[in-house]
């Protein structure tokens, strides 16, 4: 069974910082192009970061971009999102998705695989 299990989320002050972890079991994602997701309420879900199979490219919505930082670790079947600068707006909950192609995606539709989501709460 393909599991997706995001941790790392949690409740931060304005202007802190989070790292959100993105463990993958069932099968190894190597070669999937990998991405974080968030949805806040009442909104769609938008595109946060992407990144390739070897991490050899990375995409940044403009909201986050020169704030986030997305990784991958293949040997650990896992990918990470670093999180600074933190604002009130960044408030939602994350999800970390996998597709079945080397290359990311800034379209929810194109994943395959989904987490269950982990909640970031920033504080004003």
């Known amino acids: 069974q393909v599991r997706l299990v995001e941790s790392g989320g949690g409740l931060v002050q304005a202007g802190g910082s989070l790292r959100l972890s993105c463990a993958a079991s069932?099968?190894?994602?190597?070669?999937?192009?990998m991405g974080w997701f968030r949805q806040a309420p009442w909104k769609e879900r938008e595109f946060v970061a992407g990144?390739?199979?070897?991490?050899?490219?990375?995409y940044w919505a403009d909201s986050v971009k020169g704030r986030f930082t997305i990784s991958r670790d293949n040997a650990k079947n896992t990918v990470f999102l670093q999180m600074n600068s933190l604002k009130p707006e960044d408030t939602a909950v994350y999800y970390c998705?996998?597709?079945?192609?080397?290359?990311?995606?800034?379209?929810?539709?194109?994943?395959?695989?989904w987490g269950q989501g982990t909640q970031v709460t920033v504080s004003s």
């Open positions: 990144i390739n199979w070897n991490g050899g490219t990375t």
């Open positions: 069932g099968r190894s994602f190597s070669n999937a192009g």
């Open positions: 998705a996998a597709r079945s192609f080397p290359s990311a995606s800034r379209r929810p539709g194109e994943y395959d695989y």
